[in-house]
């Protein structure tokens, strides 16, 4: 199982697009994505602020930024295998 965190805010429209991209890309049996909304957090908000949305591997802590398509959301995920 890979470990994935989805970083994000209420009310973002690309978030809500890059969001809709994880759905149909990834395999819940495979992947395990927890999404955290920055607002609620004030380093993250101040780390991630501009940059959101943004998909992280939590084991290598590498970092997919927006903007990103299904080609690259496959070929991040299978880097980090």
């Known amino acids: 199982m890979q ?3 989805f970083l994000t805010t ?4 690309l978030c809500e ?3 809709a991209l994880l759905v149909a890309s990834l395999n819940p049996e ?14 993250l ?3 991630y602020g ?3 949305p943004v998909f992280k591997n ?7 930024n927006w903007p990103f ?3 690259k959301l496959e070929h991040f995920v299978a880097l980090t295998v």
């Not at 939590?58 to 997919?64: G, I, K």
């Open 58 to 64: 939590e084991d290598t802590q590498a970092e997919l």
């Open 69 to 71: 398509d299904a080609d």
């Open 10 to 13: 209420q009310g973002c429209h």
């Open 50 to 52: 501009e940059r959101i």
């Open 45 to 47: 908000l101040e780390c």
């Open 17 to 19: 697009v890059a969001e």
């Open 30 to 43: 495979c992947h395990q994505v927890d999404v955290i909304d920055i607002a609620y957090d004030d380093a």
């Open 3 to 5: 470990n994935f965190v």
